[in-house]
């Protein structure tokens, strides 16, 4: 699989029939995890807001 935010490769393999949701997909280049959905080898990233703090 390739990076989707630098496009290099990763570690990790996928074959037609994998599924995968929320997955967190590392770069060893751009050192960033990103969580990703495949299905029918097709990548979607998944982009979740920033947590924010609590106020009381």
Do not use: G, W
Request: hydrophobic share 30%.
């Amino acid at each position: 699989m390739h990076c989707p935010v630098c496009e290099s490769k990763t570690r990790v393999r996928a074959r037609y029939d994998t599924i995968l949701e929320r997955f967190p997909l590392f770069c060893p280049k751009c050192r960033r995890t990103v969580l990703i959905d495949l299905k029918n080898l097709k990548t979607t990233v998944i982009s979740e807001p920033d947590a924010q703090t609590q106020s009381q």
